[in-house]
């Protein structure tokens, strides 16, 4: 057997390995397909190579050529095709690969007749029956050299004006092929009976290898995965195919010592020994191949996971985004991300959160073809893609360029593009993978529900906020019409009597006097006034950031009680406060504290509607302060004394449901903790605790 | 004929106590309280001309504008009611428009109005 046997064995492995992993990987990609194309023609042409130069007799060597010529016209054209798929094709690239084969077609008619292969002759050189080519043969050997001459100047080409990552990429292939035809061409000398070993044979497995280098190392094709099983699996197969010979070899040499004729015991020996050591093997091979070869690749599925996990259930808008810009900069060593959203009366597109980016820089238009071309494919697209399918055409690479963007995902919501995310290019310069793109997408749908719920859980909180101000405002409107009319009055009154004359019999002392009162009560209502709104204010504050100082707990309650204290009035409520007046202070926002007690003694008032009580005790203990809020109530059922903080959960007909998982929020923002005991029939108590100032 | 007899029921006594004061020193028969039910017994009492009573009030029964003015017409039906109040809600005044109040003069009120409405209630009883 000589090495030409084996060099075309191990090339058909490894072309047929590599190509069918290619194209199981990804069967809709075009260069996937053109990939398995070629890496199919070579491993028949390798394939019957082996057998031709192990042929014994003239017919099997004609036979035998005729087949693999037959791999071998078709290697030309698939490769010019593979390379076309691999660049950015126009017409006249495509042209020349249909011309190619149908150049092929011809030449595979040529094959059949005996003007293309004479006839098999016994060659020395090679110890085995070799072709000689007929007149038509020359056919073969200037396609065989203008198909990809053209492809590698395509290649060379496009290399001048790529980005360092792809220059390596496209620099393994056009080496690749050089390699690969110029051994292939070794092969031609022979055919016209000069003699010029074809030594180049043994050089074309070195031209998958070449490009399963950069496959591995420049993810060109995008098959890490594949590659290793490739590579595992070769190199498992010819490990353990060795280690089978050389243990059975030597059983056998060594029971021949004792025991002469024991071939099948030895082999049982070997058997055994081999299935022992199978496992350890695999997994040496598994290990060493990962440690060697591949790179730490970020766990998909884990960032989703992790994603999932934080980021969706946040319903704060501003750390929803903030949390995904995170986790995707962290994962995907990004060099930039930004978060575009619709803003809210859907003019603009505005720069919600971004990372890397000067958010006056980055600009993405509300009727740019990026989001036309989104409503309609709902589809991501890469700046540099390798596939056409997610490829942005010119205009929208221009306006990728302004977002500084390599990759657009759309955030829909119910066929309405909420907004876009889009991530820049990697630190590594590394493009985005078939597996980056798949799992974006699914995050990006996830992100987009996340979205809407945080828009939904706000424009809740305005209704909140606008039934409060509802509510405040009777309360209000009383309180301080009161006091303006005492004012008004007494000064009308005034000024009636000095008209009517009242006063003609008044020393000036005693009109003084009377204004001099006037003027006082006057004094005291405004105050009474200004007390009011000013305690209305705090209510209307937006509570996003915590001023944390001494509060206390009596005044704050007090301060609801007044806002409140008509509604109470009105519906007969009475409120206990049992506040001892030594009571240590807490360290909470002052506002957001007259907003718990207002939430909570509003929703005992509505839990009572008439005739009840609500107490109000706190104490201190163990370091903190405790407080209850106390009704005689309705109560709440059992099995929806949990579900009472969560948003949205109301049993009013007009409530929003929105009010206690506000509470909440802002009592663990003041580092406070909330829980709630109720027996229907009898009334709730809310248990609140807080650190002490 | 006699002062016409004004009875005022406010729980600001700041408010109920001057303009009491105001009108007496014109010559009114002034009554002056600060609960629903004491207004119920004057009502019945002195049967007033007028009655000028705010909608909140406060008192053991807890007994408001409302439940006066529908008490009215049994105890004291030549009463003309009028309602002063702070709420300016139209469902209010529609309610109270339907329960036989007369005017509804909103806080702060101005003098002048009073003045008019006492007049006007005056005139209408001459005609009489």
């Known amino acids: ?693 | 004929m006699g002062a016409l007899k004004v009875l005022i029921v406010d729980d600001e006594r700041e408010f109920s106590d001057s303009i009491s004061g105001y009108l007496r020193a014109l010559n009114y028969a002034v009554f002056n309280t600060y609960t629903g039910e004491q207004a119920l017994e004057i009502l019945g009492r002195e049967r007033p001309n007028i009655l000028l009573c705010d909608l909140k009030l406060s008192g053991i029964g807890k007994m408001d504008g409302d439940d006066v003015l529908e008490r009215l017409k049994s105890i004291s039906p030549v009463t003309i009611p009028v309602i002063i109040t702070a709420y300016r809600d139209e469902s209010s005044q529609k309610r109270l428009a339907s329960k036989g109040a007369l005017r509804i003069l909103f806080k702060p009120i101005k003098l002048e109005d009073i003045d008019k409405l006492l007049r006007e209630v005056e005139e209408n009883l001459d005609k009489r």
Request: charged share 20%.
């Open chain 1, 1 to 693: 057997m000589s090495i030409y046997v084996f060099s075309a064995a191990l090339t058909f492995l490894t072309s047929l390995l590599l190509g069918f992993f290619v194209f199981i990987k990804n069967p809709k990609s075009l260069i996937n397909r053109t990939w398995f194309l070629l890496s199919g023609s070579i491993a028949f042409w390798s394939f019957f190579l082996a057998f031709m130069f192990a042929s014994k007799n003239a017919e099997s060597g004609l036979f035998y050529s005729k087949m693999l010529q037959i791999g071998a016209i078709i290697i030309p054209a698939s490769c010019l095709h593979f390379i076309v798929s691999l660049l950015h094709v126009n017409r006249q690239e495509r042209f020349a690969v249909v011309a190619s084969y149908l150049f092929c077609l011809l030449l595979l008619v040529m094959n059949v007749t005996p003007y293309f292969i004479k006839e098999a002759l016994y060659t020395d050189m090679v110890d085995c029956f070799y072709p000689r080519a007929s007149y038509l043969y020359i056919f073969f050997i200037l396609f065989f050299f203008l198909a990809p001459g053209y492809g590698t100047y395509l290649l060379i080409k496009e290399y001048k004006s790529e980005s360092n990552f792809r220059k390596n990429q496209l620099g393994y292939c056009i080496g690749a092929s050089f390699i690969g035809f110029l051994g292939g061409s070794t092969t031609f000398p022979l055919w016209y009976d000069i003699h010029f070993s074809p030594i180049g044979v043994n050089l074309v497995w070195l031209y998958v290898v070449i490009i399963t280098i950069a496959i591995v190392r420049y993810q060109l094709l995008d098959i890490e995965v594949i590659v290793k099983k490739t590579l595992v699996f070769a190199g498992l197969f010819g490990f353990v195919f060795g280690v089978i010979v050389f243990v059975a070899i030597l059983t056998q040499e060594f029971i021949a010592m004792f025991l002469p004729h024991s071939k099948f015991l030895s082999l049982a020996i070997s058997a055994v020994i081999i299935v022992l050591l199978h496992q350890p093997i695999y997994n040496l091979l598994i290990n060493l191949t990962n440690k060697h070869l591949f790179q730490k690749k970020y766990d998909a599925r884990k960032v989703f996971h992790d994603f999932s996990n934080e980021a969706l259930t946040i319903l704060n808008l501003d750390r929803l985004c903030r949390i995904t810009i995170e986790t995707l900069v962290k994962n995907l060593y990004l060099k930039n991300c930004v978060i575009f959203l619709l803003s809210r009366d859907e003019t603009f597109y505005e720069v919600y959160d971004s990372f890397g980016v000067n958010k006056q820089e980055v600009v993405l238009k509300r009727d740019s073809r990026l989001i036309s071309y989104f409503k309609l494919a709902q589809a991501p697209v890469l700046y540099n893609s390798y596939t056409r399918d997610l490829q942005a055409c010119d205009e929208i690479k221009k306006e990728m360029q302004a977002m500084q963007s390599q990759l657009c995902v759309p955030l829909t919501i119910h066929n309405d593009i909420v907004g876009v995310l889009s991530l820049g290019p990697k630190k590594s310069d590394q493009p985005y993978m078939f597996d980056d793109i798949d799992i974006l997408s699914t995050l990006a749908k996830a992100l987009s529900i996340a979205i809407s719920n945080a828009r939904l859980f706000a424009q809740a909180a305005q209704y909140e906020k606008l039934a409060t101000i509802g509510t405040l405002a009777s309360g209000i409107n009383h309180e301080v019409c009161n006091p303006l009319n005492n004012m008004s009055m007494r000064m009308q009154i005034f000024m009636a009597n000095l008209e009517r004359g009242a006063y003609k019999d008044k020393t000036q002392d005693e009109i003084l006097a009377e204004v001099k009162d006037v003027l006082s009560s006057s004094i005291t209502q405004i105050h009474k006034v200004a007390g009011i709104t000013g305690k209305l204010s705090s209510f209307a504050k937006p509570t996003k950031t915590v001023l944390s100082k001494k509060v206390n707990v009596s005044q704050s309650v007090d301060a609801a009680l007044d806002v409140l204290g008509h509604k109470l009035m009105i519906d007969r409520i009475k409120a206990v406060k049992n506040i001892p007046s030594g009571l240590v202070d807490i360290l909470a926002d002052e506002d957001q504290m007259h907003q718990i007690f207002f939430n909570l003694i509003r929703n005992a008032a509505q839990a009572i509607k008439e005739e009840g009580e609500i107490t109000i005790s706190a104490r201190e203990d163990s370091g903190k302060v405790k407080i209850e809020v106390a009704d005689t109530g309705c109560g709440i059922p059992e099995d929806k004394i949990e579900k009472i903080f969560e948003p949205f959960y109301t049993t009013k007909a007009d409530g929003s449901g929105y009010g206690l998982s506000i509470v909440r929020e802002v009592v663990w923002r003041n580092k406070g903790e909330i829980k709630v005991e109720s027996k229907i029939g009898k009334g709730s108590t809310f248990y609140l605790e807080f650190p002490k100032a």
